[in-house]
Nanobody, 130 residues
Framework: AQLMETGGGSVQSGGSLTLSCEVS????????MAWYRRIADKDREGVALIDADGTAAYADSAKGRFTISRDKIKNTLYLQMNNLKPGDAAMYFC?????????????????????????WGRGIQVTVTS
């Protein structure tokens, strides 16, 4: 399978962006999918998770501002980001795995989900200007 992110770019503080992750080459009905980000030279951090039924979970930094969703017909994962802050500037990645059901189902904090997914997109840059 291949994952490809689109929708990044530059936005002013307080603005919005919607990231898309198109999945090709495999079934989209994976049990758990995610968005991560890497800020500067730090490790990737989990931003949001979504299971096959659409149940979502968010990192504390994303709660109330970001919305993750998936469209099984379009084979696409989304991340709607509102009220963006300079601290949200990062490279954003989508991730998926056919076996990691528990990462969505055990309701662990999104920040604690390891970046060990089988499939990753290449990432897309989001810049937030103040």
């Amino acid at each position: 399978a291949q994952l490809m992110e689109t929708g990044g770019g530059s936005v002013q503080s307080g603005g919005s962006l919607t990231l898309s992750c198109e999945v090709s080459g495999d079934t989209f009905d994976w049990p758990c999918m995610a968005w991560y980000r890497r800020i500067a030279d730090k490790d990737r951090e989990g931003v949001a998770l979504i299971d096959a039924d659409g149940t979502a979970a968010y990192a504390d930094s994303a709660k109330g501002r970001f919305t993750i969703s998936r469209d099984k017909i379009k084979n696409t994962l989304y991340l709607q980001m509102n009220n963006l802050k300079p601290g949200d500037a990062a490279m954003y990645f989508c991730a998926a795995d056919p076996y990691k059901l528990e990462w969505c189902s055990d309701r662990r904090p999104v920040e604690s989900v390891p970046a060990l997914w089988d499939y990753w997109g290449r990432g897309i840059q989001v810049t937030v200007t103040s």
